[in-house]
């Protein structure tokens, strides 16, 4: 009986010690393959939003340099503010995910489609930063102060994507990428280096804050009419016609008649037409690749008779609407320089860029096979 009982107190103890062995190499097969997959994840992230990162060392690093130029309740504003507004703007995302129905109606679908990078997004970011500016005119003069304040409201923004994108990143392999519906994520990067440009500069072109608030403002007021033309074409002509009055309206309500800066004299009519030019060259354009993509779904047996002549006439008409664009912005921008010299200029690409019809790089697909 004691032999039977220490052989099966040997039985049970080993086969505990196989079961304990296999179950620890269950789970360290799952570790391992859950490292593997949280790896994969991570480096996929950085890959994919290196973007997101670079913003938040680049901001953080300039704020390093930059922040003992403004008061510290004054960075914690913009900074708090921004990133309120973009929890507020993953909110609605979520909560249009809980009630389909809501991103259905008429507004939402305006306004909040593609949320949080959507149009209210993108145009309330604006507005709010831009009452900010007002309120805190002290930094006019002082590049390095309006650099500090710029650092702040990106490094809340940036913190606030990297965070909501990092936790679709865990929840999926393959996330849809982050963008607004309208804009290209090209087009939007070109356009934030312009505008941060065009905010600069106006501190050596200009004489008091509001060539500074001037940009945002007008951008604001394009970017909303674009947005409505875009899902209404029949109110393109109306939305068009309301940027001019609006434009003539912040020039004339903001700008002096003429000021001086650096020995140099400047007009407020020559920052009028630049606008009004940029606004029609971004609209010419868009009409020209209108025109291109209107012969190349009606009009094609017109203009190919033999097989031959597929390549040629397709390449001939692309690279004539391309030069012609470019030409366009090329003599726009110029022109800008000539009047205003680099504020012009960069004011001149903000209203091109803001422009959301606007075609600038010539990627329209052939369809003549």
């Given amino acids: 009986m004691e032999q039977l009982y220490w052989w099966s107190l040997a039985t049970l103890l080993w086969s505990g010690w196989q079961v304990i062995r296999q179950v620890v190499r269950l789970e360290a097969h799952k570790l391992a393959q859950f ?3 949280l790896a994969y994840q991570f480096f996929y992230f950085l890959r994919n939003e290196y973007k997101l990162t670079l913003t938040i060392f680049s901001s953080a690093l300039l704020l390093l ?14 900074f708090w503010l921004n990133v309120a507004w973009w929890l507020l703007q993953i909110f609605v995302k979520e909560l249009q995910n809980i009630a389909p129905k809501l991103s259905k109606r ?3 679908k305006i306004f909040w489609e593609g949320s949080p990078l959507s149009a209210v997004g993108i145009i309330g970011a604006l507005c709010i930063n831009s009452y900010l500016l007002y309120f805190y005119q002290g930094f006019f003069g002082n590049i390095t102060l309006l650099l500090a304040l710029l650092a702040s409201i990106f490094l809340g923004t ?6 909501f994108r990092f936790g679709q990143y865990r929840s999926s392999l393959h996330p849809a990428p982050l963008q607004n ?3 290209s994520n090209e087009r939007l990067d070109l356009w934030l280096v312009v505008l941060i440009s065009c905010l600069v500069l106006a501190q050596m072109y200009g004489n008091k804050f509001t060539f500074v608030i001037l940009p945002i403002l007008v951008t604001s007021v394009i970017l909303v009419t674009a947005f409505i033309a875009k899902q209404h074409k029949h109110f393109q002509i109306a939305m068009i ?10 020039i004339y309500a903001f700008l002096p008649d003429f000021w001086l800066k650096n020995g140099t004299c400047y007009y407020r009519s ?3 037409v630049i606008l009004i030019i940029s606004l029609l060259i971004s609209v010419f354009a868009d009409k020209i690749i209108a025109f291109y993509q209107f012969l ?7 203009f190919v008779k033999k097989p031959v002549f597929h390549v040629w006439v397709t390449y001939i008409l692309r690279g004539l609407i391309t030069l012609t664009i470019t030409s366009l912005l090329a003599w726009g921008v110029l022109f800008a320089f000539q009047k205003v010299e680099l504020y012009g200029m960069s004011l001149s690409l903000l209203v091109i860029f803001s422009n959301i019809h606007t075609k600038i790089s010539f990627d329209v697909p052939i369809k003549w096979k």
């Avoid at 940036?158 to 965070?163: D, H, K, L, T």
């Avoid at 016609?241 to 912040?250: D, E």
């Fill in 241 to 250: 016609v309301f940027q001019v009055m609006f434009i003539f309206i912040l």
């Fill in 270 to 272: 020559d920052l009028l």
């Fill in 35 to 37: 490292k593997r997959i």
């Fill in 65 to 78: 340099v930059t922040g003992n130029a403004v008061k510290d309740n004054v960075l914690q504003t913009f």
């Fill in 181 to 183: 519906p309208y804009i």
């Fill in 106 to 108: 008429l507004f939402f």
């Fill in 296 to 302: 190349q779904e009606k009009y094609t047996v017109y």
């Fill in 158 to 163: 940036s913190i606030v994507f990297w965070i």
